[in-house]
């Protein structure tokens, strides 16, 4: 087959493959084509062969990319470009260094190399400072939880091995045929393959029809106030969304409400931060809450601390432009409020590049100024915290772990909440940016992963939607459509106790990673084969 239609048809077969319209048995055979495409280029005598190598790659993953996230798209046509094809130009590098490499080493030690390579790339994508890892392939599964009830041992991780491991063993098995012809080769490589599916997805059903945990029930109110990001939500003042919470809530809380839980920058006008304390926007709060004794309000907020001093200038610190004597500290905070005297508060760690961080600034500061990318919020540096903070409600039973939008697509991430001895999850989110898309949707389902990587359950809030509950085996139980006004009310249970993902993180990712170095140096110091 051609090699170009054979990088199109992975390009294809990965984006059919991925949530929330995809079926993901797609994915076991969607890298097969580009893998044969680059086998025969290697082969051939063509010249330029490491170009066309990258130029077919990243046909394929332009295709990959482009269908799955360019809903970014409706918050902003650059930001949404540049990420759609930087991080093609990313994976297609990774297929041509292992096209470099697969030519001085063997057929098996090559493919080692490219999963162990592919699976550290992924886990780059989650820790270097133009993260960007929606397209992880762990994340593929996320709609069929039936699947990967044992993310509770492997993260995502699993599920991205998984899907090499079968790429890799249905490839071999083709060129096999290609080279023999035989009908039981063909045999053995369809049974290996059905074994390697089908066993995984049968240990999952049985620990999905076995599992449960005891714990406290939490009831909560979950408000979906459905404010236009682009024309209301930063016209407004934050009195007047604390009118909206009263009136959202008031619909269902009841005596026996734990947990009033309101989305990201819910209160969305910057707040001084030293000034909170003492502010009309706390008394009022705090009011509401008083009157609802058994409460605990959850909600997101914009905080800003302005300074002179110096000494405070942190690595996210912003400089006033109109006076460059003046400093600040622009946060996307979630706060707990409830009857004891202090108010918790926890800062947004993972931030979304372009929009709340300015990545590699002692590089591309001097070259760009202090241009950011806008992608239909704020354009300042957003500052952030290094410990994963936990709620703690007023009468100690529940801890609850705060976590704010995109960071809910860090598995390892979210665990520190977990061994911070978080109880259950809440996720606040503003997913309003990208319309009726694919993006609310597949954030919504990446929660249901970490639900099951943690076995906590999740109550989600988003401004627009979809807000839901979602227990600790990732079914959702209950849900505010995307685009509707009100509250949702049910309950969550709590879970003390802490799986072996939890507890030993990314560890599939940093074994790949010293494996790829030793196969690398094995490579390295090889001679290259005839």
């Known amino acids: 087959m051609n090699r170009t239609l054979l990088a199109l048809l992975s390009g294809i077969i990965l984006a059919l493959g991925w949530p929330t319209y995809g079926f993901p048995l797609l994915l076991f055979v969607a890298f097969v084509p580009l893998l044969l495409a680059e086998q025969q280029l290697r082969l051939s005598n063509v010249k330029r062969k490491g170009l066309k190598i990258f130029g ?123 080279k023999e012809r035989s009908k039981t080769i063909l045999r053995s490589v369809v049974l290996k393959c059905a074994g390697l599916i089908i066993i995984p997805i049968l240990i999952s059903l049985g620990i999905y029809s076995t599992y449960a945990h005891e714990g406290n029930t939490v009831d909560v109110v979950i408000l979906q106030p459905n404010i236009d990001p682009y024309s209301e939500k930063y016209n407004m003042t934050n009195i007047k969304f604390t009118e909206l919470l009263m009136e959202l809530s008031n619909s269902k809380i009841t005596d026996s409400t734990d947990f009033i839980i309101a989305p990201e920058t819910f209160l969305a006008e910057s707040t001084r931060l030293p000034q909170f304390k003492n502010s009309l926007l706390k008394s009022r709060l705090k009011r509401y809450i008083n009157e609802h004794p058994n409460a605990n309000l959850l909600t997101g907020i914009s905080f800003i601390d302005v300074f002179k001093d110096k000494s405070k200038i942190k690595k996210e610190t912003n400089q006033a432009k109109n006076n460059p004597s003046i400093y600040y500290d622009d946060y996307n905070s979630a706060i707990l409020i409830n009857t ?124 627009t939607g979809i807000s839901a509950i979602i227990n ?59």
């Open 340 to 463: 004891s005297d202090s108010v918790q508060q926890y800062n947004k760690s993972k931030l979304v590049v372009g929009i709340e961080n300015f990545p590699y600034q002692d590089i591309l500061k001097p070259i760009i100024g202090d241009a950011m990318i806008d992608l239909g919020g704020t354009v300042a540096m957003k500052t952030t915290q290094d410990y994963r903070g936990v709620f703690t409600s007023s009468n100690s039973k529940y801890i609850v772990a705060p976590i704010i939008c995109y960071e809910s697509v860090y598995g390892e991430f979210v665990g520190g909440y977990v061994r911070n001895d978080a109880n259950f999850l809440s996720i606040i989110t503003n997913d309003a940016w990208w319309n009726e898309t694919q993006g609310h949707k597949q954030h919504l389902s990446y929660a249901r992963l970490r639900a099951i990587e943690t076995r906590r359950d999740i109550a989600r809030s988003a401004n």
């Open 56 to 178: 077919l790659s990243y046909i394929t993953f332009v295709i990959w990319n482009l269908i799955t996230t360019s809903w970014l798209r409706f918050a902003d046509v650059f930001g949404a470009s540049f990420a759609v094809f930087v991080n093609s130009a990313l994976m297609a590098l990774l297929f041509l260094i292992y096209h470099k490499y697969a030519k001085r080493q063997s057929q098996n030690r090559a493919l080692l190399f490219l999963v162990t390579l592919w699976i550290s790339f992924e886990k780059l994508h989650l820790g270097w400072e133009f993260s960007w890892p929606w397209l992880n392939l762990g994340n593929g599964f996320s709609d069929y939880i039936t699947w990967i009830q044992w993310y509770e041992y492997t993260g995502t991780f699993g599920g991205t091995l998984w899907v090499w491991i079968l790429n890799v063993l249905i490839f071999k098995g083709v060129l096999s045929f290609q």
């Open 472 to 530: 600790a085996r990732g079914e959702i139980t209950n849900s505010l459509a995307y685009g509707e006004k009100g509250a949702l009310s049910g309950q969550v249970t709590t879970n003390n106790k802490m799986t072996f993902y939890v507890s030993s993180g990314d560890y599939i990712a940093r074994i790949s990673f010293f494996v790829l170095i030793f196969v690398f140096l094995i490579g390295f110091f090889r001679r290259e084969r005839e």
